[in-house]
């Protein structure tokens, strides 16, 4: 087993990222321990898919220590990917009436908000130079003017989308297996989000590394979590999912742009070009919605 402290003296230092105080804060620091102390973690899963077990959470010293079953992780393999979104589908589907009020809200336009995004100061960077001179498609910075940074924006587009529960880090580190079981870990932000955004944002941090085309691996996911999704009765329309993962992922990746340009003189040219390519595909799959585009189109 593994143990994960928890705490007021814990946070982390990165503000899109480390945890807070507040309860009602989108990222409280005690959520990940509520969450393994609730049905949540247990309840609506399939056979084969689940959250990692909890084997007690310690409280001492202001620490919430959470005691966990030993995981084999990362599992990089489409078949474990996919699993885990069918499991996932289930889950939410099965846990859509849940009430806890401990459930985080508002995490997308919270964690865009503590991006600092300033499209002016993108425009302004020094980065560009180099990383024009690299190939990187034009159309990128052409698009920056359109990106949505206004975290009310944001919260009113993504309000449009049918909400469930959501883990909000859902990627590879976060997934992998116990003998037969495909197993998701780190549950520190579990809330209410946008339908599909969890599946949308594992498909693009994962097809690096199954190198796998970010297309072929977005619609293997896809394909999988709404299949899953109306055999576990979900009553929706499906193509308003596809639509939820792709903006949803648009609006919440909208700070790589700024993080390429942070270290566009050091990343190798491969790297580069899977970053601009990946950009193309959201860009292209924002197109549905023209008043919610963050980085970029197909020229």
Known sequence: MIVKRTGPEHLGDNPAWRCYSDPDDPQWWGREATFYESDLAVAGWPADARAAHCLAVDDHDGCRDIWLESVDIPALSLSVFERAAVGLAHWQVVNAGTTHGWLARDWIPTHVARHRLDNART?????????????????????????????????????????????????????????DDVVIIDWAYPGWGPIGHDVGHLAVDACDQLGLPLPELWTALETAYCSALADAGWPGDLDVVRRSMALSNTVRLGWAVDHLLGVVDRIPDEALRAFADKVRFLAELAEVDPHLVVVGRRS
């Open 123 to 179: 425009l302004d960077h020094p980065g560009w130079g180099t990383a024009l001179a690299r190939g990187l498609d034009p159309a990128v910075r052409a698009a920056i003017e359109r990106r949505a940074t206004d975290p009310g924006v944001v919260r009113r587009r993504l309000a449009e989308f049918p909400a469930v529960l959501t883990h909000f880090d859902f990627h590879h580190a976060n997934i992998g297996t116990v003998g």
